[in-house]
T-cell receptor
């Protein structure tokens, strides 16, 4: 099992550009989470999906952020247009089942720098 | 609502000394509690979890945590730390939203081991 795979690992872009982060969850996991990590705010849950359906997007900062999960093996987090304050590490995590006892497995993260 | 407070943002200790990382949660219902570790430039990994039963939970790398319902605490301990334990540690609680459970993290505690 290759674990949760995120790409790109590092992204440097200029303000105003579109950024797309990608995630492949562990096969068989039906819940997927997007987190953002910054020094100031720590780990924030942006959005999560169950069976490809968004359940809670209350953590998405604003309309510039959007997330999709077209199938069970792929999800994207898009920022358009990007701003310097979006600079952070973005983590994707997946879990089998809806229960809180089930463990989240995290990807290695995508480090985004917006100049 | 469930939330998590990690009382120390940074904890420096000497190698082979014991360490305790503190975590308090707020919840009026039964909870699932977790400790995750993040090594530099990596994603989060599960250290241990409390679901039910024995209040003393043992995890990987010699860590253990004790669930204390009366004090709403879930402190992490290790009797003798190594340089390799240098990392950031996150306490987390499961929170129910629309029938599914998501993980809410504390702000993290950076553990630094000095030789």
């Amino acid at each position: 099992d290759a674990g949760v795979i995120q790409s790109p690992r590092h992204e440097v872009t200029e303000m105003g550009q579109e950024v797309t982060l990608r995630c492949k969850p562990i096969s068989g996991h039906n819940s997927l989470f997007w987190y953002r990590q910054t020094m100031m705010r720590g780990l924030e849950l942006l959005i999560y999906f169950n069976n490809n359906v968004p359940i809670d997007d209350s953590g998405m900062p604003e309309d510039r952020f959007s997330a999709k999960m077209p199938n069970a093996s792929f999800s994207t987090l898009k920022i358009q247009p990007s701003e310097p304050r979006d600079s952070a590490v973005y983590f994707c995590a997946s879990r089998q089942g809806l229960g809180g006892a089930n463990v989240l497995t995290f990807g290695a993260g995508s480090r985004l720098t917006v100049l | 609502a469930q939330s998590v407070t990690q009382l120390d943002s940074q904890v420096p200790v000497f190698e082979e000394a014991p360490v305790e990382l503190r975590c308090n949660y707020s919840s009026s219902v039964s909870v699932y509690l977790f400790w995750y570790v993040q090594y530099p430039n990596q994603g989060l990994q599960l250290l241990l979890k409390y679901l039910s039963g024995s209040t003393l939970v043992k995890g990987i790398n010699g860590f253990e945590a004790e669930f204390n319902k009366s004090q709403t605490s879930f402190h992490l301990r290790k009797p003798s730390v190594h340089i390799s334990d240098t990392a950031e540690y996150f306490c987390a609680v499961s929170r129910t939203f629309q029938g599914a459970q998501k993980l809410v993290f504390g702000q993290g505690t950076r553990l630094t081991i000095n030789p």
